[in-house]
């Protein structure tokens, strides 16, 4: 088992950060897939899936994210991603205030 957890200092409010990061309309804009659909549209939702491709060696390979969990107040979100050939990834995505002002954004 792999676990891996990036983190990010972005120079904007976590209510703002947050906002970007609970719309997955948005999520094409910062993973390497494109956004196909959204079921159901709209902010992070239990149960809500995003349906994507990603190219990889010159081919298109489909992904599938599954949000399970979406805690507001905690501005945390929790999803399983499927991968082609059986691989489901789960990641925590979560949005923290810092003292000055910043966010800390964390993905594992």
Known sequence: MVSVCPIATIHAP????????SDPSNYA?????????IMPQGPAQPGQKIYAETTVLG???R???IV???IKVERKVDVATML????????????G???NGDSQVSFG
């Not at 804009?29 to 659909?37: E, I, K, P, V, Y």
Request: include cysteine; charge should be positive; proline fraction near 2%.
């Open 14 to 21: 976590a209510e703002r950060v947050w906002s970007f990061l």
């Open 29 to 37: 804009l910062w993973w390497d897939a494109q956004t196909r659909s």
């Open 59 to 61: 081919k298109q390979w």
């Open 63 to 65: 992904v599938i994210v």
């Open 68 to 70: 399970e969990k979406v």
């Open 84 to 95: 082609p050939f059986g691989i489901t990834v789960r990641n925590h995505i979560t949005c």
């Open 97 to 99: 205030s810092l003292d």
